[in-house]
């Protein structure tokens, strides 16, 4: 009778087993062509690019240009060059971001004047596109966090609120603290999100409309890096945006993380 007892339960075993087998069979098969995936798109998002710079770089060797022609077209030719550098920079950071080889080296940084650098470097492009951006947020705050890494953070979040918003609407950058967190809110008037593609947009090389992500120099890859930065900092991100009225994107820090 133990006998049989017992062959049920190895029974038993080895069908989980058998289950657990097959379950990650199917996740390796899911990770490789996620991967695939994922290189086929890198691969088509270089051959524009190299598509242009090829190109002007053969117009710009034409000997009747004039002089500002050909000016105009090694322009070219540089602006698709650093558009490429860019994307090799975003995949290189992402893929030191998945492999978690990089270490978060948090320090005590106090929020006021971190944000207000980090802004300052927009003030420019800001005055350009004549856009407002108001940071509101306490003096005296301190906070533990990798300061090049969430620079990252801000800068890609920013770069976004400035590229889908049009001339003359406001940014607002909001500073919260509560008792066990604290709250970083950037809210945009600009062209927002459709809802049907709001799951997505953390997603790496997913861009709403591709034609009009080209034009603004977006590869799909901004949100993603964000994201992988806040939750290494044990934060949390989301995303709330309305078509036409604007995107409002808060990131929850624990005080002790
Ligand atoms: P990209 O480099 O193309 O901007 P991101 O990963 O930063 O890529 O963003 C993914 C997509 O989400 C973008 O292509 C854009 O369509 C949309 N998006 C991101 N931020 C905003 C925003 N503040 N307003 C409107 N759309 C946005």
Not at 195 to 222: A, T, W
């Amino acid at each position: 009778d133990l006998s049989v007892k017992l062959g049920a339960h190895s029974r038993d075993e080895l069908g989980q087993l058998g289950m657990s087998i097959q379950s990650l069979a199917n996740e390796l098969q899911r990770l490789r062509k996620e991967r695939n995936e994922f290189l086929s798109s890198i691969s088509h998002e270089l051959q524009t690019p190299l598509m242009y710079l090829k190109g002007y770089a053969d117009v710009a060797r034409r000997p009747s240009n004039t002089p500002q022609e050909h000016d105009k077209y090694l322009a070219i030719v540089e602006e698709e060059a650093e558009r490429i550098s860019q994307l090799v920079k975003d995949l290189f950071q992402l893929a030191q971001l998945d492999q978690h080889t990089f270490f978060i080296q948090k320090q005590k940084v106090e929020l006021a004047t971190y944000l207000h650098t980090i802004c300052a470097h927009f003030h420019l492009a800001l005055k350009e596109k004549e856009m407002d951006l108001d940071i509101s947020c306490s003096q005296g705050l301190y906070i533990l966090l990798d300061p090049e890494r969430f620079q990252q953070v801000i800068i890609n979040l920013l770069d976004n609120a400035m590229k889908y918003s049009k001339e003359g609407t406001k940014i607002d950058l909001i500073v919260k603290k509560s008792a066990e967190s604290l709250t970083i809110t950037l809210k945009d008037q600009g062209i927002g999100i459709p809802e049907q593609d709001l799951p997505y947009v953390f997603d790496k090389l997913y861009r709403v409309e591709k034609s009009r992500s080209r034009k603004s120099g977006g590869y799909g890859l901004g949100l993603s890096i964000v994201k992988e930065i806040v939750e290494a900092h044990g934060g949390e991100i989301t995303i709330i945006s309305e078509r036409g009225k604007g995107t409002t994107v808060e990131i929850v820090l624990r005080e002790d993380g």
